[in-house]
């Protein structure tokens, strides 16, 4: 058992800093965007109004209409207690954004999206949501706060290698990849994935039609070949992300096919949020820089050499 | 990090990895044991349960919501309750798309509930509103082959109800599906 530290060579913690600081940033930015519609989406009197919505959600889940019922007794109406939730939220995300008080700020930002964004949001909620809260909860734990945060400034950043955070990186990762393999496996389950009605109809389906793309019906071996780019993507995933040699061209591939999901679905927190996943955790080096020459050979010890002189 | 607890992370992150693997391929590893309320909440807490199948196995139909109404003055009225802020309406379209999710789809009072809830954020919106129809349609899209020879989409309506407000609740008066 000893020796199982040998597998997990000390890391930086670069990855995880760079991670939260564009998490920090998206889901900052997603708030605002979502601020125009907060009653609508998760107010008491919204689409789905709390009595029904605490009826479909899931029995141990926390949501706003559990906490505004808690504030109830003090006065605070259940407007209030949302727009609250949605304050502490913001503060939060922005307090992780700088790395000031982070890991306070890791625990809240978990909560307040748990409680906002994932249980009062369930039937609303996509696919960002759920990384987001994947890697919110992996933010409880990581060494997020040890590089680029004001935080860091009590930590000598070049000195912050661990074991730890290669083992903190390898879960993310290997969760990430299980995540896009599954997935892969579950498309090329679909004869859409194979054929190419599944680019048609996802840029013609009104929910997501950014553009007149009529035209493609007359080329239909393109929407054919980005079907089987993105199985090949997918599926491939566990190989071409951990291998050194095809890392960096596939993180690129990888950010062009959500670029692409961006501009042609207009999913964009979430092509942006899986582009910054992709980039902070297979396009970042962990590897600790190596100390100039010079300055190792002042500082190291060998057993020839005298400690003192 | 001393060697102790570093075996520590490293056995709880591999019993994590474990239950990320068994939620991404959907099986509860306790299921029928006292433990499966325990291990929902796990997932529910960490997202280690969590499938995300973007488009996957294909991409189904989807759904629109056409309420319209006549105010007191005779103004007509007429929404489909987006508001043109794309993050808000991919959250709408998500929560509409709930009238026929498998779980509900065969449900009809949560259906009816839920097309409910909508006139009731009408009504709550327009005070005046004394009565509106909603309709919840659904999309028809042609494939490639038929596009080519001049196929368009269509909705076709799936379900239909009209209510009343009275003095502090609604009225169904009318429903079809």
């Known amino acids: 058992m000893k020796n199982l530290k040998r597998f997990f060579p000390p890391a930086t913690a670069k990855p995880f800093a760079a991670l939260r600081i564009a998490v920090a940033a998206i889901l900052l930015g997603q708030g605002f965007l979502l601020a ?5 989406l998760y107010g008491e009197n919204g689409l789905i109004q709390n009595s029904l919505a605490s009826y479909l959600a899931h029995p141990f889940s926390i949501n706003v209409a559990h906490v505004a019922q808690w504030l109830a007794p003090y006065g605070v109406t259940s407007a209030q207690a949302l727009n609250g939730i949605f304050v502490g939220y913001l503060v939060s995300l922005s307090f992780l954004l700088l790395g000031w008080r982070t890991r306070l700020a890791a625990v809240m930002v978990y909560l307040l999206h748990s409680v906002l964004i994932y ?11 759920t990384y987001a809260h994947i890697v919110l909860f992996y933010f409880l734990f990581f060494p997020i706060q040890k590089a680029y945060a ?3 400034t009590r930590f000598p950043v070049s000195a912050a290698t661990s074991s730890y955070h290669r083992l903190a990186l390898r879960v993310l990762q ?9 997935s892969g496996i579950a498309k090329s389950m679909g004869e859409q994935w194979w054929n190419g009605e599944i680019i048609w109809r996802s840029l013609t389906v009104p929910q997501f039609s950014q553009w007149d793309i009529s035209w493609m019906a007359f080329i239909p071996l393109l929407p054919k070949v980005l079907g089987w780019g993105t199985l090949v993507l997918e599926l491939g995933y566990p190989v071409f992300a951990f291998l050194p040699r095809t890392r960096k061209p596939f993180v690129v591939m990888m950010v062009l096919l959500h670029g692409g999901i961006f501009v042609g679905l207009g999913l964009h927190t979430f092509s942006l949020f899986m582009i910054a996943l992709n980039v902070c955790l297979f396009g970042i080096s962990a590897e600790p820089v190596p100390a100039p020459a010079a300055a190792r050979s002042r500082t190291e010890y060998t057993p020839n050499s005298p400690v003192f002189s | 990090m001393t060697d102790r607890k570093f ?25 029928k044991t006292p433990l499966a309320s325990y291990y929902e909440v796990y997932g529910k807490l960490t997202g280690a349960l969590a499938q995300i199948k973007f488009f996957a196995p294909g991409l189904k139909s989807q759904i629109r919501v056409v309420a319209e109404g006549t105010m007191p003055s005779g103004e007509k ?8 802020n794309r993050e808000v309406d991919l959250r709408t379209y998500n929560i509409l798309a709930a009238f026929w999710a498998p779980s509900i789809s065969d449900k009809a009072d949560v259906q009816r509930s839920i097309v409910a809830s909508w006139a009731g954020k009408l009504f709550g919106q327009m005070p005046a509103l004394e009565a509106v129809e909603i309709r919840v349609e659904a999309v028809e899209l042609p494939s490639m082959e038929l596009a080519r020879h001049g196929a368009k989409i269509f909705w076709h309506e799936i379900y239909r109800a009209s209510y009343l407000k009275k003095e502090r609740h609604l009225e169904l008066v009318n429903e079809k599906s």
Do not use: R
Request: proline share 2%.
């Open chain 2, 77 to 84: 009225f007429s929404t489909t309750l987006l508001q043109g």
């Open chain 1, 150 to 152: 004001m935080d860091a």
């Open chain 1, 119 to 129: 249980n009062s949001g369930f039937l609303s909620s996509y696919g960002a949501d």
């Open chain 1, 174 to 182: 290997v969760h990430i990849a299980g995540t896009y393999f599954v």
């Open chain 1, 36 to 40: 125009p519609g907060l009653h609508e």
């Open chain 2, 7 to 31: 075996n520590f992370a490293l056995g709880l992150a591999a019993f994590h990895l474990v239950m990320v693997a068994a939620g991404l391929w959907g099986s509860n590893l306790f299921v």
